[in-house]
């Protein structure tokens, strides 16, 4: 992807925690998404491939191209995909908002989590835009760290996930994303723009959500934002771990922890 820094860091744990995200999302978010056979399809901003596997084990007749602008999570894609078996993807080093292909090469793109890392989704989305063939789709799916709800919610826990919204964006992404989908959509001239809600919740009668969503995905990306938080000076260290602590209190019975994402589609 590109942008001025990525805010939970580039290490093993946050591979770990991306992988966990996608398989654990995979029915929320992608029950819905399959590209036909022989169809063009550009994954923009791939990463370590987590959503990569799912894409093409839903199309493995289409011939998904998948960029990112990090090597070091290109190789780990690479990986990934040779792990699962998967020989319909090829990847590429890029940047998002200046592509090497020429205009109107693919069918379909699908970007996911990527654009509330840009300093300038807009822009980038002009870029796909360039090059998906007239009457192509894409897909954009966002979070919105605003949509989040918690019990029991406390001071602290409430100041480790603002940490976490305000140390993204300082480094020029935006972790609220999820609700400008649609506008980002329709301002770069996409037409027939859909977005469609798509809620998380876990209670004490779902502690399967509570472990694959609370404990392994969101807990996670918040202390993967400690270094930021803690450096931009928006937390002390004790209330930040404090926090992190009372996040993970929500996946307990008797605690509830409720989320958003956002899924759109367009046509050029």
């Not at 744990?13 to 029950?31: F, K, N, S």
């Not at 409430?158 to 506008?183: E, F, K, T």
């Not at 996409?190 to 969503?213: C, I, K, N, Q």
Request: hydrophobic fraction near 40%; charged fraction near 20%.
């Amino acid at each position: 992807m590109s942008g001025r820094g990525y805010v939970h860091g580039y290490g093993g744990r946050e591979a770990e925690r991306l992988l966990d995200q996608a398989g654990g999302l995979a029915g929320l978010l992608h029950h819905d998404t399959a590209y036909p056979p022989g169809a063009r399809v550009l994954e923009a901003g791939c990463g370590v491939g987590a959503q990569t596997v799912i894409l093409a084990a839903k199309s493995p007749g289409a011939d998904i191209v998948s960029v990112d602008i990090s090597p070091e999570s290109l190789d780990r894609a690479r990986e990934a995909i040779r792990g699962a078996g998967i020989e319909n993807v090829r990847f590429e080093q890029a940047d998002v908002t200046a592509l090497p292909f020429p205009d109107d090469s693919f069918d379909h793109i699908f970007v996911c989590f990527v654009l509330e890392h840009l300093p300038d989704p807009q822009r980038a989305l002009a870029e796909l835009k360039r090059v998906l063939v007239p009457g192509g789709t894409i897909t954009a799916i966002e979070g919105d760290h605003g949509s989040c709800y918690f019990h029991p919610e406390t001071p602290a826990g409430r100041a480790a996930w603002n940490g976490l919204v305000a140390s993204q964006a300082r480094l020029g992404g935006d972790s609220l994303i999820g609700r400008r989908v649609y506008p980002l959509l329709a301002g770069a001239g996409f037409t027939d723009v859909e977005v469609s809600p798509r809620h998380v919740y876990s209670d004490g009668s779902r502690p399967e959500v509570a472990e694959a969503f609370v404990r392994k995905i969101i807990v996670p990306m918040v202390q993967g934002a400690r270094r930021a938080t803690l450096e931009a000076g928006l937390c002390d260290a004790a209330t930040f771990d404090a926090g992190v602590a009372d996040l993970l209190r929500t996946a307990e019975p008797d605690g509830s922890f409720c989320y958003t994402f956002f899924k759109g589609t367009a046509r050029k």
